[in-house]
């Protein structure tokens, strides 16, 4: 008992000492995760502001545009009004070089302007970014004629495409001759607008294209619209924009985004697939480690099994054989004193002990080089047993055996009566030598079982799973090894089973042996 206890306690302490190691495992690589995730969530922020930031920046150069844009349009009208004033002069009356007029219009040296008559042809343009000179260059197999023919085409193409942007100017040069001016964009416009996409693509690229970031979705707070996102497992679109929003914001609290002008944008983030991964990885850590200690205790319970079997062998067979040579001396004896006329009472008697000595030495015997299995009745083998046991057991004991009549079972009889007599005398140890004992060998499901139930005061449930372990005992000069003896002959030689069926303390237990019928 002792052995087992000790044994025990070891287990529970190197079970406590493993859980507390994977706890403590566990609690650091989730500090650690936790330390990641408040990192990224830092990241976020920082890279929400950023976001604010530039789409300020963005903002504030298209009120800047529309400001420009207004200015041109006004410097535009007044460098029409002053065509007109000058389409009404002639050389004749007036100072070109001093004339008002004219001056505005000298000074228009960056918008550029297309005229078109009322036929829709080219009749003048200043501040373009080519001429017939640069086409001339860009095309050297055309002649001058088709250069100019090149260059009218694309100044109306041109004229047209302004005409989208801004409005045109029409005005009558004299009587029923209408001209129209287009212009375009400023160049430093143009410059600025340039810039202005250039940031704007930027923030696209910083969102889109930044796989160190954590994946986002960027909305509009009131329309829901998405403004820019980097997640692309799968097709985010209006539809299904707030089954996605739902999701991220169960993994961490949103972050608005104020512009200070009515406006607001909501950035939703996911943890970043790495930190998800290194979420698992402890468990998974544990699993391949928890994998590779199992395998490694089937290895060694294998080996541990394999040689237990070898000792169990040789110390049978080592006890068989020191029986073997007192009891040839024994049997001498008992013949010397029958042919001396000794009383055939004594030596009877003491035949009937060699018997027995003989009969253990051949179980010791069979267990250690395997014992040969006979399809005979089962029943007769149980009766033995018990017949053998009545006047060997207390009188105060009451003894009954019920037996299902054609019981066969492929068995080796010397052994079930070796596990039958030692259940039957563990229970008349429990029942302390006053009670009753029961036997019932009946058979059904294609087993054939050998109930034994006492009268004594049952087994604690805490010592049901190890009553059957080697060195398992309650009796202060036990040796722990009939139970386990029961049980290697039941499970290893008869491929059958044996456990407690039922136990009661203070009212008795029952002990099932079970055999393939």
Known sequence: MNLYSNKQKWKI?????????????????????????????????????AIKKKIELVRLTNRTFSQLRDRESEKMTLWIDATKEVSKDTPLNQDFEKDFPRRIIARNDDIPVILLDDQHNYSGSINLDFNEDTLQKQYPELSEEEVMQLFEDSTVHLAELWKKKNSSFTIEVY?????????????????????????????????????????????????????????????INQRNVEEVIAELEAQNDPIVI???????????????????????????????????????????STFRKAEQNQVWAGMAKETAHQLGTPLSSLIGWIQLLESQGIDEMITSEMQKDVDRLEKVTDRFSKIGSGALLENTDIGATVENIVEYLRPRISDKVGVT??????????HNASLIEWVVENICKNAVDAMEGEGSLDIQVHESTGSVHIDIKDSGKGIPSHQLK??????????KRGWGLGLSLVKRIVKEYHKGNVFVLSSEINHGTTFRISIPS
């Open 13 to 49: 302490a190197l079970l406590i000492f493993a859980l507390l190691t994977v706890g403590a495992s566990l609690f650091v690589s989730n500090n650690i995760v936790g330390k990641v995730g408040e990192r990224e969530r830092e990241r976020a922020k920082q890279w929400a502001d």
């Open 175 to 235: 009587p029923g001759f209408f001209m129209s001016y287009y212009y375009n964009d400023s160049k430093e416009i143009v410059r600025l607008e340039r810039e202005r996409d250039s940031l704007i693509n930027a923030f696209n690229d910083d969102l889109i294209n930044n796989e160190g970031l954590v994946p986002v979705l960027l909305v509009d707070t009131k329309t829901k619209e998405i403004v820019g996102t980097n997640i692309d497992e799968y097709t």
């Open 258 to 300: 104020d512009f200070k002008n009515g406006t607001t944008n909501t950035l939703y983030f996911d943890d970043s697939p790495e930190l998800k991964q290194l979420q698992y990885f402890p468990y998974i850590q544990f699993m391949v480690i928890g994998l590779f200690a199992f395998i490694g205790y089937l290895i060694f």
């Open 401 to 410: 055996i019920t037996v299902q009549e054609d019981i066969s079972a492929k």
């Open 466 to 475: 190890t009553i059957f372990e080697p060195g398992f005992s309650t009796k």
